[in-house]
């Protein structure tokens, strides 16, 4: 509607229109952009960090000297990654596919019970309290149990990683599937829109947002899940819980050590995944608008 | 003929017992095809409980409710209402474009459940999906069809769910206060471009308003409502020449209407209050 006004304006003052014109926005790799890809080369975003670390590393360096039962050089922990990044990483393999095969079998499973949840309220009454006491009872501790009854192999691993990662998906997809604003179920509702379709159309990529936010819990998760189940499963085959636990009863600390770095990049790296793509399935949320 | 819209001695109680309100007692109303009609009234008058009647999202507990002589239900199933809420209530992941198109989608069969309500057949042999870019374009959102809706303003929203409801081709469209959360000025341009569209629909249109002076400009007949219990108390034509631009309002008869209405008001609230 605001577009007569404006022609008359300019019409009227022909000069303003160079003036109105919106200044060009520097490229998002210049260092003008307010949110600039590249603004990490400045020292005050990166200095920070690297002082903070480099004080870590002289604290654990100084903790290493006086406890070397507790703590492994710094050295030593690179020295261990540098010769058997081969035996690192294929145990890294095996944990990485427990984890995130465990999480497909949680993310589906949650999944469909929160849309029958969100659907058929007598599934909800049947189901949430089970699922409730289920995600209150320590995983830690039904973790041996599991062993005992599925033995060494991935079984386990699958199951503790797919419980672990299951009820942030149920609880949060079940609230995004139920929180599709009034007004717009009404405006569907007149059309006489079939269940079927307000599930595809509104309820699920409504619920997109809050599936994503449990993901971005849950895929750090499926490697707790998984390093948890390898360390009560002792004479597992692999994965890089078992790495630790034989390493810690042979006194390897630094391969204990070089374990841990390595999970902690896995998960990282994990998150850095469900990141890029919750960017690209909700680039219309306000979470993806930078 | 068969009425567009037609309520008989309709009745709707919220809670009960002692802590019954009564949002709608003993309503009576009848649209003829066609027409633009207003509900106005104070807040808690029933008028937009009345709207979801019409539109089947609740139900009298006493008393008839028709659509072109069927029930809200069956009319919703034909697809015979279009609605446009107090909010725009657009699907954010959606672009303007996707989200105006949706409602074809939806409920594809009820083109043929439409034929078989008979009294509609005669209204239109030029029937059939209409260009939607074409609509968009008329309601001035050619440069936002592909943008998302939280890229646009109020306003502009705003007539991305009018041109939504025009889209289905609704044979009795309901409008719940769509402009009461707008700048006036926006408000205005949006009244002239309703009358734009419905001037090409011809649809039957309920709409539901607190502004008297909207209601005036747009309507051919207003319904003073007023409240405890909601009731019907007046029902006045506006015999005002169309198309009606903005020098209706320097027209006396415009704001004889205007005091009319603001008369029928004032005197059902004192009545609501003395009883």
Request: with cysteine.
């Amino acid at each position: 509607m605001t577009t007569v006004e404006e022609t008359t304006a300019t019409a009227e003052r022909p000069t303003a229109t160079a003036a109105a014109q919106p200044p060009v926005e520097p490229s998002r790799y210049s260092l003008r952009h307010p949110q600039s890809r590249i603004a990490w080369v400045r020292p005050a975003v990166w200095l920070p960090l690297v002082v903070m670390l480099a004080a870590l590393g002289a604290l654990w360096q100084l903790g290493a000297a006086k406890l070397p039962y507790l703590l492994p050089p710094l050295p030593a922990i690179g020295q261990s990654l540098g010769q058997n990044l081969g035996y690192y990483l294929q145990n890294a393999m095996i944990t990485l596919g427990e984890s995130v095969a465990g999480l497909v079998i949680g993310f589906v499973a949650a999944f469909v019970l929160a849309v029958l949840i969100s659907e058929l309220p007598i599934v909800r009454r049947a189901v949430m309290p089970i699922a409730v006491v289920l995600n209150v009872t320590p995983l830690v501790a039904i973790a041996p149990a599991l062993v005992v009854a599925f033995g060494f192999g991935p079984m386990p691993k699958l199951v503790i990683t797919a419980l672990i990662c299951f009820f942030p998906i149920l609880i949060n997809t079940t609230t995004g599937l139920r929180s599709v604003p009034q007004q717009v179920l009404q405006v569907y509702k007149t059309m006489d829109a079939s269940r079927i379709e307000l599930l595809v159309h509104l309820r699920i990529p409504n619920a997109l947002p809050f599936l994503f936010a449990a993901l971005r819990i849950v895929f750090p998760l499926s490697i707790i899940g998984a390093v948890v189940a390898e360390l009560s499963a002792s004479g597992a085959t692999g994965g890089l819980g078992t790495v630790i636990s034989t390493a810690s009863s042979m006194n390897q600390l630094a391969v204990v050590y070089s374990a841990i770095l390595i999970l902690a990049v896995m998960g990282v790296l994990l998150l850095l995944v469900i990141t890029v793509i919750e960017r690209r399935v909700l680039h219309w949320h306000e979470s993806s608008t930078d | 003929m068969t009425q567009a819209v037609e309520l008989a001695s309709v009745r709707k109680v919220y809670g009960f017992g002692p802590s019954a309100m009564v949002a709608l007692n003993d309503v009576e109303l009848t649209i003829e095809p066609g027409r633009f009609v207003s509900l106005i009234g104070p807040s808690g008058c029933g008028k937009s409980t009345l709207l979801r009647l019409v539109a089947g999202l609740e139900s009298a507990d006493a008393g008839t409710v028709s659509v072109h002589g069927v029930t809200p239900e069956e009319a919703c199933a034909a697809k015979l209402i279009g609605l446009v809420p107090q909010s725009p209530a657009l699907l954010p992941w959606l672009s303007v474009l996707k989200n105006v198109t949706l409602p074809h989608k939806i409920n594809r069969g009820a083109a043929g459940r439409r034929e078989r309500i008979g009294a509609l057949s005669a209204r239109d042999e030029s029937r059939g999906a209409p260009d939607m870019l074409a609509l968009l374009d008329k309601a001035g959102l050619s440069e936002a069809v592909d943008k998302l809706p939280s890229q646009l303003s109020g306003g502009m929203q705003q007539r991305a769910a009018i041109v939504r409801a025009f889209g289905l081709q609704p044979d009795v469209l309901l409008m719940d206060e769509p402009f009461s959360a707008l700048d006036e000025f926006t408000r205005e341009s949006l009244q002239d471009q309703l009358l734009d569209l419905w001037d090409e629909l011809k649809t039957t249109v309920l709409f539901v308003t607190h502004s008297v002076s909207e209601a005036v400009r747009l309507s051919d007949s207003v319904v003073v409502m007023a409240p405890r219990p909601g009731r019907i108390v007046d029902w006045i034509d506006i015999d005002l020449p169309r198309p009606r631009n903005q020098r209706l309002f320097e027209d006396a008869r415009f704001h004889e209407y205007e005091d009319r209405i603001r008369d029928a008001l004032h005197s059902a609230w004192r009545s609501a209050d003395a009883a």
